[in-house]
């Protein structure tokens, strides 16, 4: 059918068609328009989305809804769209807080209104291409537009040291982003020509940047150029996790940012560096994966638990949400280095756990800014008498984020946990101590905001949460219970394709359970099946 055929192309380009027709047919005046189209156009790209939870086959083609074209046939570059269970829940995802992001700005951005709505969905196509790209130029190209609206949404609508946390934020990511390059080129040249300068002879074959194809071959390459492709990939995504000790632009962007931009940073944006191990590090580059396991565990572990005690000690909630994305991402890659289903399964729920919670958490976080212009928490006291619903709700996302059980962070946590568990006892109770911490800077954080007296003048009167508020975060409370108490649809879609990298990275992992089952006793003669 026509419409399935270009399911991934509309998904991806309906905000960008949202962001051209605000530029040329609606006046900066009408702020109202402005608002109205940018909220249909999010609204109508998550709903149109939700065909690939109905569409996609889990136990079909690994890679579906596929659409390929030629697009530079001179260097062996193609515009080819395409997702696996991998990239469907993260797509699904980006849609969601996409939407969720332009609602919430309502009452948030009051200048420059047209510009802040056109940056916002045109970084919404940036990410959406980055999760369904299949050929490198063309994932490199999405990943570069993703940085120039961060920048100006940072920059322009940010808080007093926007500019510095703009320029860090790029410079950073600028850098990642040009070592991840040179991998990528490292990878076309193996496959094709070669290294005529280190007289390594490459494996001869047509020129392509197709990720398929490149997954192919690339397991192939000797140890010594996988380690060099690896490190060049992990400075660009560990930024992007943002892995320690490369996280220190996270803070800074974090507390600058208007709300949401830190709901999509937090939410999509730090995805793309996990992202980018799972679907590039680990199957093209297994044996190089499992030599930096012992590095990528240790950075993991140091995150997790540095992380949580900075979170404890920040005085400011949108600081302290910050660091505790630290701390969450470091449990996303531990489970993804143990390298087995538990873990890595675990490690992808959890990016779609932390991307709801955390995305919610700056947005109950940006709800008492608007109404109060501080966010110390000096400055509160006593709130769940003056605002019990938005008390609530924020209730109900700390749990989600502390991983409390029937809630979505206590299923990834836990599978994380296990994954870690079978690979090494010590890396899980090292975790562990990560998910103590958490339990208690959440928990100090909502003791301090919501109980005891109101001792603040300004605090008295404040409103509770509005209508609109409510329903920015209904839909995040409605998920963090569904994939704390029914997960199974999600490691549905997920499990083939984690599998299938399993299936690369680590074979051994898959074969060692069958291999050390007994043998079935041999069958007499005379006791057939017939019998």
Known sequence: MEFFSNLLNIICYLPLVGALFIIFFIKKENTKAIKLWATLFAGADFLISLALWFRYDPNGEPFQLVYKKPWIPAIGAQYFFGVDGISVLLILLTT?????????????????????????LVLQTGML????????????????VMLVPMYFLIGIWGGPR????AIK??????VGSVLMLIGILALYFYNSSGFALVGLPGLGNAPTFDVTELMKVAPSMPLSLQKWIFLAFFVGFAIKVPMFPFHTWLPDAHVEAPTAGSVILAGVLLKMGTYGFLRFSLPLLPEA???????????????????????????????LVAYSSVSHLGFVMLGMFALNPQGLSGSLLQMINHGLSTGGL???????YERRHTRGLSEFG????VMPVYATLFMIITMASIGLPTLNGFVGELTILLGAFNRNTWWAVAAATGIVLGAAYMLWMYQRVFFGEVVHEENKNLPDANLREQWTLIPL????????LYPKPFFKIMEPSIRRVVQVVDPQYLQAPAASLPAPPAEKPGHGVAE
Do not use: N
């Open 96 to 120: 969601l807080l996409g939407f969720i992001a332009v609602y919430s700005s309502f009452t948030a951005i009051t200048h420059r209104e047209k510009e802040y709505y056109v940056w916002l």
């Open 129 to 144: 291409g980055v999760f369904m790209a299949l050929d490198f130029v063309l994932f490199y190209v999405f990943w570069e």
């Open 289 to 319: 994966s499992r030599w930096a396991v012992p590095w990528m565990v240790a950075l993991a572990i140091i995150g997790i638990i540095y992380g949580a005690l900075v979170a404890m000690a920040q005085q400011d909630m949108k600081k």
């Open 162 to 165: 926007k500019l510095y946390a």
């Open 382 to 385: 006593g709130l769940a008498k």
């Open 477 to 484: 409370v409605v998920l963090c219970f569904w994939i704390g």
């Open 362 to 368: 700056f947005l109950l976080v940006g709800i008492i």
């Open 169 to 174: 934020f790029f410079l950073y990511t600028l």
